[in-house]
């Protein structure tokens, strides 16, 4: 049984399933994530959801600094004592979604990278969250339900090609790092998992006139599955078909053409020419 383990039955600690408290205590794993992560001596790293810490020290041993934010408070005196020999470490206790990531980085060197074996309930709100922030990023390393990595690694035209592919693979070149079957989990959830990391782009994979308007009309794309982009333009816009069909033309586009199959690039000249329509009638 691992320390971590044991730290946690003495403690007599129990799970909490709201919280998606689920652990991993296999150190060689732990190591692996660490380094699949990309982390290295010069990064700093903020860490959500710490649990019981058992990556946190391979983090600290890793990377030049290290805040972690955990919502648990039963934890934070386990963590607190755990971690206490590293002078790299700073425990922050918070929800991640309501604290003021600005402030609680405000001692990390720029950009940072963000290391996160996320609750599966938080998952998609917190990378919209943390791809939405001002804080320079330098990557994301997440820990995610196998689900949610293949959305974010979805190509155009397949089922899970949708707005967290779209939002990711904008700012983003994601990559799977390793499958995570759910057995390596304390406790078991009903799913298996995925590492996948993302590098953030130095700039955005297609360039746009407004990125406001790119993200609308990419998500306008998947509000009517199955439905022409034309369609779905009318619908979200409150267009007349004529002036969808004005936009597709404009993109280059089929008028014919399903919003789920179109491409970044695609998405890009469509928000393009939503964007000068807009400046036309002002």
Do not use: H
């Amino acid at each position: 049984m691992s320390k971590t383990k044991e730290r946690i039955r003495d403690s007599q600690l129990r799970y909490k399933q709201g919280l998606g408290q689920n652990f991993i205590y296999d150190e060689g794993l732990l190591r692996s994530l660490v380094e699949l992560s990309g982390v290295t001596e010069e990064d700093d790293v903020l860490e959500v959801g710490p649990g019981a810490g058992s990556m946190t020290r391979y983090l600290c041993k890793a990377a030049r600094r290290v805040v972690s934010v955990e919502l648990d408070e039963r934890l934070i005196p386990l963590l607190g004592a755990y971690m206490s020999e590293f002078d790299n470490f700073t425990l922050v206790q918070g929800d991640v979604m309501q604290l003021n990531l600005k402030e609680v980085t405000a001692e990390l060197e720029k950009p940072l990278s963000v290391v996160a074996n996320i609750p599966y309930y938080i998952t998609t709100p917190l990378i919209n969250l943390l791809l939405g922030c001002d804080i320079p990023l330098k990557r994301l390393a997440l820990m995610v339900q196998k689900e949610v990595a293949d959305k974010i690694l979805a190509r155009p035209g397949t089922d899970a090609w949708g707005m967290l592919a779209v939002r990711c693979q904008y700012y983003c070149d994601p990559y799977l790092a390793l499958d995570v079957p759910a057995a390596c989990f304390t406790p078991a959830p009903k799913v298996d998992s995925a590492f996948v990391v993302l590098p953030v782009r130095e700039k955005p994979q297609v360039e746009v006139r407004s990125e406001e308007d790119f993200f609308r009309v990419a998500s306008s794309a998947f509000a009517l599955r199955r439905k022409t982009m034309a369609n779905n333009l009318c619908a979200t816009f409150r267009l007349e078909r004529a002036q969808a069909l004005e936009l597709m033309q404009a993109a280059g586009l089929d008028e014919r053409v399903r919003g789920e199959k179109l491409t970044l690039e695609e998405l890009a000249r469509l928000s393009d020419a939503y964007t000068a329509m807009k400046e036309a009638a002002q």
